[in-house]
């Protein structure tokens, strides 16, 4: 099985998006997990999800340049893109 470089944007469903690049990593995958357009909301879900992406070692970015997370701006967003194997939007 061939690894990719898989890009995440977490648009929407901030909680799937977590599940899903945590997931993703089992099979070897490399995840960058970018949440996209709000912060990430506090909850219980979330908080849970979190857990998760540090025990697969995902460090979450934020395209808002006040978050919590760290900025990734539009430029280096697009690069993110061009690069990756495949860019699911969730």
Do not use: W
Request: proline share 6%.
């Amino acid at each position: 099985m061939n690894t990719k470089n898989i890009l995440l944007l977490g648009r929407r469903d901030q909680t799937e998006a977590m599940r899903v690049a945590a997931g993703l990593t089992i099979f070897g995958h490399t995840v960058n997990l970018v949440f996209m357009g709000r912060d990430v909301e506090d909850t219980p879900e979330n908080r849970a999800q979190a857990e998760l992406l540090e025990l697969s070692d995902i460090e979450p970015l934020s395209t808002l340049m006040d978050s919590d997370l760290p900025y990734v701006p539009p430029t280096a967003l697009q690069v993110m893109c061009l690069e990756a194997d495949a860019v699911l939007s969730i």
